[in-house]
């Protein structure tokens, strides 16, 4: 008697490896812990996604539509301010959006933004979700000088915001939230 064959989609397989990846850690994550998870064999998994690193891709993404979403809607929010205040601004609600990622989903940013993620940085589907503030600075109306500054200086605040978050998260600083925004703030008036 032949073997009932599942059929699974791929936001299915999506699905449980942001999970695993989420409450387990990336170290975790294999095609044999995800098969487990979803009752199926590992060969099956190969079937939808070449290898794991296509399936990291798609969590990477989903992490960073998600980390977007966090700010777009914070930005919403905001008035239109003065092109220097709406920058500070603008820079602050993306250091808040990152700080609130990274705690709500911990082991996703170690993905997306650590060594396991850096091979997504040269993938040609997800490297712009790298490096956001740079290239937002093509939107914002400026002279070409203070547009080529103004994507040094976010590239440098990310740097800042995403190394503040690392340490954080790794415990090599375990310095509480309000501290945490202390150097955000002391970094923004630096920078701008």
Known sequence: MARKK?????????????????????????????????????????????????????????????????????????????????????????????????????EIYVLMFTEHGSKFRKDHETRLFYNFLPQLADRIRLGQDERADLKKKFYLYEIIIQGLIMEKIRKANDFPRHQLDEYVDFSLDCLF
């Open 6 to 106: 599942l059929i699974f989609d791929r936001q299915k397989i999506i699905d449980s490896s942001f999970n695993i990846i989420l409450n387990e850690g990336i170290d975790a994550f294999t095609a044999r812990r995800l098969a487990l998870e979803l009752k199926i064999s590992s060969m099956t998994v190969y079937n939808y996604y070449k290898n794991i690193d296509e399936i990291k891709k798609e969590v990477v993404i989903r992490g960073f539509s998600i980390l977007y979403k966090m700010f777009f809607n914070a930005m919403q929010e905001q008035e239109r301010l003065s092109t220097k205040d709406y920058i500070k601004r603008l820079c602050r609600i993306f250091a808040t959006s990152m700080i609130n990622f990274a705690r709500e989903y911990k």
